[in-house]
């Protein structure tokens, strides 16, 4: 046989193959396969299995794996399609196409919305934005009265819930993101366009495949 | 040689090594997400309107996947602090600050940009910076100074420079949640 071992491309578990997800997702096959790369690193910062861990992605975003956050929680669940737990290549690259800066509107309103849906009831409670501003600001070390907490949330509650049944459902949250714009800021990463120049790893990929031939 | 080039099989593997000139250089401007901030600076430019809270919920570092790609934490490349300064005030001081560090300053759609000229005309862009206030109540505004590209260590200075100058002093900011109302 020879003196060198033969190394089979093992792909990580729930790999699907990148020409199928640049079909279905704003990414080009050469940026799913750049996205590949990021997986790999983000999945085994932790636990070397493939996939992305909650820890890990808390590590990803915070350099921490223990940090607990409210917000990371959610994106978590959110990246979690199949909800075992994990974070699987194919579901990576699906949620991270919503922040492609070329990906539909409706998609970033739409995704925005499930994520503030905090219990996932179809609805954005009042209890849940003031949940959120609350943990914003702790996250933030920023100390606000407990009055002007109440204060902010009426006001925005209320510019947004126009039905005012006391809850803001997914037409209303469209109708009021397309009053504000910015708040789907965060829903948009420009890294995302030229990802490729990001991971010049992959450049180093393909050479060591060449060498199996 | 081009023979090779055309065949698929070469074509499916080789990605062109792309000589990047200067590394810093390559900055990712934020330049989709200024045409958004218009709309909304428009807004509270005649009412003196509290922040809007999913506003200011977007804002969590948590809801920034930037970390992904990012080599350095969120904490190198932004910063925020809390001001009783008005946008207006503020925007006049952090450009005379900066402008005394030896930066140059762009102004664009309510956001002010900051850039370093290095002496050396090889590589102009030594630091890439901006800064956006926030207004949460009528007399609490909230600076972020955001990293595009550039030295950390100068970045820092001018980010201590700014929360020292414009910045509610630690010892304050207990005493007033009570005046926050």
């Known amino acids: 046989m020879g003196c060198f071992s033969s190394k089979t491309t093992k792909y990580t578990p729930g790999y699907e193959e990148p020409t199928v997800l640049a079909s279905e997702t704003s990414f080009t096959v050469s940026e799913v396969e750049a996205l590949y790369e990021l997986f790999k690193k983000l999945s085994s910062s932790i636990i070397d299995d493939g996939l992305i861990h909650k820890e890990e992605l808390q590590f990803a975003l915070f350099r921490n794996r223990n940090t607990k956050n409210l917000f990371a929680d959610r994106i978590f669940d959110l990246f979690d399609v199949k909800r075992n737990g994990v974070i699987e290549f194919g579901e990576f690259v699906r949620s991270l196409s919503i922040f492609h800066p070329d990906a539909p509107l409706s998609d970033k309103i739409d995704f925005a919305f499930r994520l503030y849906d905090l219990r996932q009831t179809g609805y954005i409670e009042r209890e849940e934005l003031k949940e959120m501003v609350v943990a914003l600001l702790h996250e933030s070390d920023l100390i606000l009265s407990e009055d002007y907490i109440e204060l902010i949330v009426d006001k925005t509650y209320t510019d947004a819930d126009t039905k005012g049944d006391g809850r803001i459902d997914q037409e209303e949250w469209k109708e009021f993101v397309w009053k504000n714009p910015s708040l789907i800021k965060n829903m948009t990463l420009p890294y995302l366009k030229d990802i490729t120049l990001a991971f010049p790893s992959f450049v180093l990929k393909s050479e060591v495949e060449d060498s199996e031939m | ?181």
């Not at chain 2, 023979?3 to 989709?32: H, L, M």
């Open chain 2, 1 to 181: 040689m081009a023979g090779i080039k055309e065949d698929q099989w070469f074509k499916r593997r080789y990605t062109p090594v792309n000589p990047v000139e200067d590394k810093e250089a390559t900055c990712i401007d934020d330049e989709s997400l200024t045409i958004h901030e218009s709309a909304s600076s428009e807004k509270d430019a005649d009412s003196s309107t509290l922040i809007n809270a999913f506003e200011l919920i977007g804002m969590s570092s948590s809801l920034d996947l930037s970390g992904f790609f990012e080599k350095e934490d969120v904490s190198e490349r932004r910063m925020r602090f809390t001001s009783h300064h008005s946008p207006k005030e503020l925007m006049e001081r952090i450009e005379d600050i900066v402008t005394q560090m030896g930066f140059v300053v762009q102004k664009r759609n309510g956001k002010l940009k900051v850039v370093e000229l290095h002496k050396d005309r090889n590589s102009p862009v030594n630091l890439s910076v901006a800064a956006e206030v926030f207004e949460i109540s009528p007399s609490l505004y909230l600076v972020e100074v955001r990293k595009s590209c550039g030295d950390a260590k100068l970045y820092r200075q001018l980010c201590e420079k700014l929360s020292h100058d414009l910045g509610v002093p630690r010892s304050q900011k207990l005493l007033n949640t009570e005046f926050l109302v």
